[in-house]
């Protein structure tokens, strides 16, 4: 497969540097709290990046779902230029223009009833815990300081400190605490083990849809049923992490809609920047949401124009239906091919849309050999968990470089 398109020098026109010396900026003057692929990237659009010497790759990771309408898509683009020019900042000190029309529009389309923006992913995560924490005490009547958040394990909700404090990954927890109490955990997909843990005290049960950074793991049909039905009967909420699952990645908006259930919160990131501003929020219910009063939540960012004005284009992308049907009909396609490789350097696939968690033989390339051997053939994605690669290609992709990018993907795991 031909990768490169005018690979004329060594170094980037622009600054003079070589790749190597790129990669040693980084090294010398950067924490290394990540390990990158050795790809240095200058320019994206659509689901193809292109390096600083001008090597051509295809993006099977999409920023974690953060760029699921590939990179540079032209409404986005021009929605951010648009608002550039205008104006980018006010704080929640002051009303703004976009800020009433975003949460809106966002929550008509996820038909809830109000919106908590804010930045990352975490920090609506955040949002969220504060929000069933207050809520409990309000409304439920949870005694002081007793409330409980029932949780999952394998999750990945963020990296702050309270959200590691229920994480099951030792690197993400080690030497982070003393942590924060009042969660418990279950094994994910065990009903018994959740039905077990819920109780008269449990504010909220916090749950991924399809756990992602675990190696997109969907759980046992009716569990997420189950959960909701538990939290009705205990008078409990339901928070659903669609942060990386939701807007179009499993082709519905939500991927709990694929289990007809309904959350009572939804925490969102990634796609609803596009790719070009963090933008978060929390939707779902206004009788939960509206525990909060001015002076008990804020951000300085969090609803500033420029995201409002990118989130309100996601948005509209979002209306129109297409994305979901192009997660739906390329995610069978994607699906189907992987499903041929089962055997034959797979032992494992799994996941829903254009979304795929893909499990390599022991006895073959460990994940990160498969990512770095990809990389070598222009795909891009990224291992998990020693043997398991994450697919997401932005579901702007074309059939045909879908299939360039499986083509290669077959070509590696079948190393020995």
């Not at 470089?401 to 993907?409: F, M, N, S, T």
């Amino acid at each position: 497969m031909t990768t490169f398109a005018d690979k004329s020098t060594d170094a980037d026109s622009a600054t003079g540097l070589a790749p190597a010396e790129y990669i040693a900026l980084d090294e010398r003057w950067s924490t290394h709290n990540y390990h990158p692929l050795p790809v240095v990237i200058a320019e994206g659009e659509g689901a193809w990046v292109t390096d600083v010497q001008g090597e051509r790759y295809l993006d099977f990771l999409a920023g974690y779902s953060a760029l699921n309408f590939g990179h540079r898509h032209p409404d986005l683009v021009r929605a951010a230029t648009e608002q550039l020019g205008r104006v980018t900042l006010t704080s929640r000190a002051f009303r703004h223009d976009q800020f009433g029309l975003f949460c809106r529009e966002l929550a008509e389309l996820t038909g809830t009833d109000m919106v908590l923006p804010m930045n990352s992913g975490a920090e609506a995560v955040e949002s969220a815990i504060k929000v069933a924490r207050k809520w409990a005490y309000r409304v439920k009547g949870v005694p002081d300081g007793q409330a409980q958040i029932v949780v999952a394990g394998s999750n990945f909700h963020g990296r702050t400190t309270t959200i590691v404090s229920f994480s099951t990954d030792e690197d993400a927890r080690a030497d982070y605490g003393p942590f924060t109490p009042g969660f418990v955990v279950v094994p994910y997909g065990d009903a018994a083990a959740l039905a077990e843990a819920v109780n008269d005290r449990t504010a909220a049960v916090l749950l991924e849809p399809i756990q992602g950074e675990a190696g997109v793991i969907v759980p046992p049909d009716g569990y997420l049923a189950e959960a909701r039905r538990l939290c009705d009967e205990a008078g409990a909420l339901l928070i659903a992490d669609e942060i990386q699952s939701g807007l179009a990645r499993t082709g519905t908006v939500f991927a709990l809609d694929h289990e007809r259930v309904t959350a009572d919160l939804y925490t969102l990131g990634k796609a609803l920047g596009g790719g070009i501003m963090p933008v978060s929020a929390v939707v779902g219910r206004a009788d939960v949401l509206g525990v909060l009063r001015p002076g008990e939540h804020g951000s300085t960012f969090g609803g500033n124009p420029l995201a409002c004005a990118v989130g309100r284009a996601v948005v509209r992308l979002l209306s129109t239906g297409e994305f979901q049907q192009r997660s739906t009909s390329l995610g069978a396609r994607m699906h189907e091919r992987l499903s041929e490789l089962v055997g034959n350097g797979v032992t494992a696939v799994r996941g829903r849309g254009l979304w795929a968690g893909v499990d390599l033989a022991p006895d073959g390339l460990s994940g990160r050999e498969a990512a770095e051997a990809l990389l070598r053939r222009g795909v891009l994605c990224k291992e998990t968990h020693g043997h398991t690669l994450r697919l997401a290609p932005p579901l702007v992709i074309e059939e045909a470089d879908l299939d360039r990018g499986l083509d290669a993907l077959a070509q590696v795991v079948a190393q020995r």
